[in-house]
């Protein structure tokens, strides 16, 4: 079964991260074959932290692959996380069935 993987990227303001998409785009393409950045729109995070609101824009990149290396995914976060300056960089992952 193929999975769709999606990854929550912050941006600071654009086009300020923009270096860093383009460079997520070009890994993932040449690793995955393709992949799609939604970066029109980014979406608004909020959280509480320490009974503080943060905000964070995010751009979602996402892509699809018939397997799943684990391994893999969990070094290219922590990357992920050191490029973006962020304690955590969420992947998440969905096994989806073409139609």
């Not at 303001?13 to 393409?29: C, F, K």
């Not at 969420?90 to 989806?96: A, D, F, S, T």
Request: net charge negative; hydrophobic share 40%.
């Amino acid at each position: 079964m193929p999975y769709l993987v999606e990854i929550l990227l912050p941006v600071s303001h654009p086009p300020g991260d923009r270096p860093n998409l383009d460079l997520v785009r070009d890994e993932l393409t040449a690793k995955f074959g393709g992949v799609t950045l939604h970066v029109n729109s980014p979406a608004e995070g909020l959280w509480c932290d320490d009974g503080e609101i943060q905000r964070d824009r995010i751009v979602v990149a996402e892509l699809m692959t018939p397997d799943l290396d684990r391994a893999w995914w969990s070094s290219y976060r922590k990357e992920l996380e050191a490029r973006f300056g962020q304690e955590e960089i969420v992947i998440r992952v969905l096994e989806i069935e073409r139609l």
